[in-house]
């Protein structure tokens, strides 16, 4: 015989749909008897259970969505093992969109959540605006790893003015004027954030800084290895550098060995995560616990899933210098 549904197994049984039900999702009070021959009858018409038809009676998916502009990105893989590690306790499965910084990718996501595929929603970062988020949020709860100026969706984020502060404050400290920096998107949320910090810090020793110490767009281990080739070339080269992420530190830190760069005395480095590469190659850094901003992120999520809340949340983690090798 076919598939069967569940009324049909609930008719040889002699029993109500209800009944069948509690029987397929393992819940108690069932007589034992009745679940004996509910479940002979199951394996003879080879029932195989609707997904759909289990959303539709539960209302849950048990999977959530997770956006992230790029895989291969380990700050982003970081807070993603804080996400699983959660998700897997609560018997959650992960759906994991790279939007590539493109609003609209980001928006196929937010119907997704929109057409109940999801039963929440978490963005590592975004290029969605924030009147567009608190639209969507009305379908389901979303929140963000990074601050947002939005009515209604929550966050767990680290202060990136803060983080840039810091760095910037040690490296003042340890002499240094011409100090440049190295951060991804140049108009993302927490880019302004940085540079903020960076030019108020500046600002506050009476330094100008130069356009040239500035560089952007750096996403990948390999735009670290052309800064370090960049500022070999200068004729005015900075004598530190503050880097957003440790993956692009540790391409400059590389390729500076190889072109005959020393570190420090030449060009000293502080990094801005909690990336396993600073560690290993004893890269000053500002630290930030991206996997518990994870691990954070999808309990808040999860708590929203099983309580609707209008109420906006916001959580922030607090970074630490750890002092290595590089300055």
């Known amino acids: 015989m076919g598939v069967a549904n569940i009324r049909e197994i609930a008719r040889l049984a002699g029993v109500s749909v209800s009944t069948v039900s509690r029987v397929l999702n393992n819940h108690p009070y069932v007589n034992e008897q009745k679940r004996a021959e509910i479940m002979r009858i199951i394996a003879e018409l080879n029932y195989v259970q609707n997904s759909n038809a289990v959303h539709l009676s539960t209302g849950k998916t048990k999977v959530i969505g997770v956006t992230l502009p790029l895989v291969n990105n380990q700050y982003y893989s970081s807070i993603i093992e804080g996400i699983a590690a959660e998700a897997a306790r609560h018997q959650y499965n992960l759906m994991v969109c790279q939007t590539n910084n493109v609003p609209e990718q980001e928006h196929n996501i937010l119907r997704l959540l929109k057409n109940k595929k999801m039963d929440g929603l978490i963005m590592c970062s975004r290029s969605t605006s924030c009147e567009l988020l608190d639209e ?192």
Not at 278 to 287: H, Q
Request: glycine share 6%.
């Open 136 to 327: 969507y949020a009305e379908y389901g709860p979303i929140i963000t790893c990074e601050a947002n100026q939005t009515a209604s969706v929550s966050s767990v984020h680290i202060d990136h003015y803060l983080t840039f502060q810091i760095g910037m404050e040690y490296l003042i400290s340890k002499g240094h004027r011409k100090i440049g920096y190295c951060i991804g998107r140049k108009n993302s949320f927490n880019s302004a954030h940085r540079k903020r910090a960076y030019h108020d810090m500046l600002r506050s020793v009476g330094v100008k800084p130069s356009a040239d110490w500035a560089f952007e767009d750096c996403l990948i281990v390999q735009d670290g290895k052309d800064v370090a080739r960049h500022i070999q070339q200068m004729k005015e080269p900075p004598s530190a550098l503050l880097v957003s992420c440790n993956h692009i530190a540790a391409g400059i830190v590389k390729e500076a060995g190889s072109l005959g760069i020393s570190i420090p005395s030449d060009l000293a480095i502080v990094g801005c995560d909690d990336q396993p590469v600073g560690e290993l190659l004893e890269i000053t850094t500002v630290s930030s616990p991206s996997t518990l901003m994870g691990n954070y992120a999808f309990e808040m999520l999860y708590e929203r899933i099983l309580h609707p809340s209008s109420k906006k949340e916001s959580r922030e983690l607090a970074p630490i210098l750890v002092e290595r090798r590089t300055t």
